[in-house]
């Protein structure tokens, strides 16, 4: 079975604003593309959204069945994060499921409860049984062995420094979301400083794909989207412009430094 991951690096999925009225949803490639990966007409799609608080996770939801059912002809489950001590549940729901799908949040949170539950190990099993693992976000951070978070800033306040957290590492680097935004790409390279890892910086509106050992970047149309490669090398910081060309290029290429 292939190992499939898609990984969003930001973009509005047509949710509400205070007001009532929505957020475009700008993200219609990577959400067909992740439909087109499981090769069937009307797969099962499970949100996840572990990295948002318990009580935030039905509207999450109800947002995701408005693109992934209404829109993809999916059929919709979600797992909630109360549930994950349920592990015949917890079984019998991921083998439903072709998409797993998680959304933004904290992403260190996430990963502890994941790993206290023994759902890591689980979910693990699921990308190595070819089901699409993606997300955006903090939904996109936890496929690789670290990633750069505010997981700190959006518990303690926006004073706190942004931190890397090691992932599930299902692929090697260090994936740093919403990189056009709040200064991230300045400080994820002094992160980088201090990690052996190469640096994945992933624009709103493009994500990396991966499957197996090919890799390419979808980029939504009329974006300014965009991704870069950066690692630190003999002193020197070097930082390369990720192709957004549609084909496939060896993963191989991608995670070393050059």
């Known amino acids: 079975m292939s190992k499939k991951i898609v990984a969003i690096g930001g973009g509005e999925n047509g949710r509400k604003k205070p007001d009532g009225t929505r957020y475009p949803y700008e993200l219609d490639r990577q959400d067909k593309e992740i439909v087109r990966l499981t090769g069937k007409e009307h797969p099962n799609?499970?949100?996840?959204?572990?990295?948002?608080?318990?009580?935030?996770q039905d509207e999450y939801f109800r947002v995701m069945i408005d693109i992934y059912g209404k829109m993809y002809g999916c059929h919709c489950k979600d797992l909630k994060s109360n549930q994950l001590s349920d592990k015949e549940?917890?079984?019998?729901?991921?083998?439903?499921?072709?998409?797993?799908?998680?959304?933004?949040?904290?992403t260190l949170e996430m990963i502890k409860l994941w790993v206290e539950t023994g759902f890591d190990t689980i979910l693990r099993q699921a990308w190595e049984d070819g089901k699409v693992m993606c997300g955006v976000s903090a939904g996109a951070n936890c496929w690789f062995k670290e990633c750069f978070s505010d997981s700190l800033k959006l518990k303690y306040g926006d004073k706190q420094p942004f931190i890397a957290v090691n992932g599930l590492g299902f692929v090697d680097g260090?994936?740093?979301?919403?990189?056009?935004?709040?200064g991230r790409l300045e400080n994820v390279k002094q992160i980088l400083k201090t990690s052996s890892?190469?640096?994945?910086?992933?624009?709103?509106?493009?994500?990396?794909?991966?499957?197996?050992?090919?890799?390419?970047?979808?980029?939504?149309?009329?974006?300014?989207?965009?991704?870069?490669?950066?690692?630190?090398?003999?002193?020197?910081?070097?930082?390369?412009?990720?192709?957004?060309?549609?084909?496939?290029?060896p993963l191989e290429d991608l995670l070393t430094k050059n």
């Open 89 to 106: 549940y917890v079984k019998d729901i991921i083998d439903w499921a072709d998409i797993i799908f998680e959304g933004g949040g904290n």
């Open 45 to 56: 799609f499970l949100l996840l959204a572990h990295a948002q608080p318990l009580e935030r």
């Open 197 to 249: 890892q190469v640096g994945l910086s992933v624009s709103c509106c493009a994500a990396l794909e991966i499957v197996d050992t090919q890799y390419r970047l979808i980029t939504s149309v009329g974006s300014e989207a965009y991704a870069l490669k950066s690692y630190w090398k003999n002193g020197d910081y070097i930082e390369e412009t990720i192709d957004t060309s549609l084909e496939f290029k």
């Open 174 to 182: 260090l994936f740093n979301p919403h990189c056009d935004k709040n």
